[in-house]
């Protein structure tokens, strides 16, 4: 059974940074498709980043250029580098995991069968 848990969040002002950690248990990084998402209140969750594990990383537009997503297969945890953290930014923020069956992830929520439970990001102006 695949368990996933995020820790990083917290409040960071417009401009600054943070880091969200996903440690997880029960599969291989690089087997399966890891990825970030992210809902704000009202809003539908979407994808920022997703990652193979082998090299290949999608990021949604949004965050091109700012976030960016890395593992560590030794330490069972992948990782979301957020820089120049916007207000639009705010939401909580999940990690997810899905077996990989093709050559590339998807990048759907709803193509993600398992899920932590989410840490909070907060951004003031």
């Known amino acids: 059974q695949l368990h996933l848990v995020e820790s990083g969040g917290g409040s960071v002002q417009a401009g600054g940074s943070l880091r969200l950690s996903c440690v997880i248990s029960?599969?291989?990084?690089?087997?399966?498709?890891s990825g970030w998402f992210r809902q704000a209140p009202g809003k539908e969750r979407e994808e920022v980043a997703v990652?193979?594990?082998?090299?290949?990383?999608n990021y949604a537009d949004a965050v091109k250029g700012r976030f960016t997503i890395s593992t560590d297969n030794d330490k069972n945890t992948f990782y979301l580098q957020m820089d120049n953290v916007q207000p639009e930014d705010a939401a909580m923020y999940y990690c997810?995991?899905?077996?990989?069956?093709?050559?590339?992830?998807?990048?759907?929520?709803?193509?993600?069968?398992?899920w932590g439970k989410g840490t909070q990001v907060t951004v003031s102006s």
């Open positions: 997810a995991a899905v077996q990989r069956y093709f050559i590339t992830c998807p990048t759907a929520p709803h193509a993600f069968f398992d």
């Open positions: 990652t193979d594990a082998l090299g290949n990383m």
């Open positions: 029960g599969y291989t990084l690089t087997k399966y498709c």
